[in-house]
């Protein structure tokens, strides 16, 4: 029975993983640049362009558990084993967007919504 929906159940993994990854990019720049918690010295990052690197986040994030193996089956894996995968996960997420960000050279991103985005992914 369970090997007859593993993919079923795979797969609305996947999508909620995704799903959750382009809120946590929205949620971020909300917290970033209008919540009013982080002060703004630089000028605000136009919404239009930070909607628009939506699609390469996810396909970054992708990548990513796709490194780390995130997808794979871990049921006799302990908390902290699962906790490790995630951090490891974020991390990579974290540093190749950011990779991504400086060789597009958008020198305008700011690097608390990064940072903020990471902890997003890591509560997720």
Known sequence: MLK????????????????????????????RFSSGWFPVSRGVEP???????????TIIFAIANCLTQAYK???????????????????????????VLYYIQARTYSRVLIIVYGGFLLMG
């Open 73 to 99: 089956s871990k049921r006799t894996q302990n908390y902290w084993g699962l906790f490790k995968g995630i951090l490891t996960t974020t991390f990579i997420t974290v540093l190749l967007i950011s990779g």
């Open 4 to 31: 007859r929906y593993a993919n079923y159940v795979l797969g609305l993994k996947i999508l909620s993983d995704f799903t959750f990854n382009g809120v946590a990019w929205m949620l971020a720049y909300w917290l």
């Open 47 to 57: 919404f239009s362009r930070h909607i628009k690197f939506v699609v390469p986040v």
